[in-house]
Structure formats: C-alpha cells, structure tokens
Nanobody
Framework: QVQLVESRGGLVQAGDSLRLSCTASGRTFSNYAMGWFRQAPGKEREFVARVSWSGSNTYYPNSVKGRFTISRDYAKNTCYLQMNSLKPEDTAVYYC??????????????????WGQGTQVTVSS
C-alpha cells in the first residue's frame, strides 16, 4: 500500500510559478515510479509528468515540456512538480500517483495503482 498526500495548490496569475509536493508513506519510496496528472472540468484525466524509480528518467507531454519539472527527494519521501510560466489552460485539479512498475513512460491513469486526493490549481489571465 502507498498513501499519497498532496500539498495545497492555489490561485496564481498567468506567468507565475507554483510548486506542488506529494508526500508518500507505506511502501518503500524508491520502489515505485511517481506521476502527476490533472483534470479540468468536463475533461478526462491528463498525464502531466512521470519520474522513474531511480529519479533518472522523466517524461512530459508536449503541453508542459520545458515549463514543468518533476523531481523526487528520497530522504523526504516526497515528489515535486515545479510549474513555471503557468497558463490559464493549466487550470485543473492536480493529482499525484504511484506506479509500482518501472516500465518507461507509462502515461495512462489506469497504470497507476495509488492516488493522492487532488489539489486545485487555478491560473488567472
């Protein structure tokens, strides 16, 4: 079992930066990949970022590549999502998730076994 607790999101202006964190407990932190997803009202859950077990491999969709950075701190059992140059279209509920398999860039929500509670990020124009 893995329990994931996300930090509070917030309301920011376009162009601002925001960092989300996700603290994990339960299973050994280095034994699963971590991902971030987001879901806007009326839309499907969308892949945002993924980091491998070792932290050496990261994956992003084109929509956030160059603006978002995923990282993980093994000493703190925490995964981060640094979001820069935020746009109104980044507005969504953001979720962190854990994938017990370290198989490349898995981007489907169905491949992640454990989820955080979600946190709202709103970007105003």
């Amino acid at each position: 079992q893995v329990q994931l607790v996300e930090s509070r999101g917030g309301l920011v202006q376009a162009g601002d930066s925001l960092r989300l964190s996700c603290t994990a407990s339960g299973r050994t932190f280095s034994n699963y990949a971590m991902g971030w997803f987001r879901q806007a009202p009326g839309k499907e859950r969308e892949f945002v970022a993924r980091v491998s077990w070792s932290g050496s491999n990261t994956y992003y969709p084109n929509s956030v590549k160059g603006r978002f950075t995923i990282s993980r701190d093994y000493a703190k059992n925490t995964c981060y999502l640094q979001m820069n140059s935020l746009k109104p279209e980044d507005t969504a509920v953001y979720y962190c998730a854990a994938d017990l398999r370290d198989w490349g860039g898995r981007i489907s929500p169905a491949e992640y076994a454990y989820w955080g509670q979600g946190t709202q990020v709103t970007v105003s124009s």
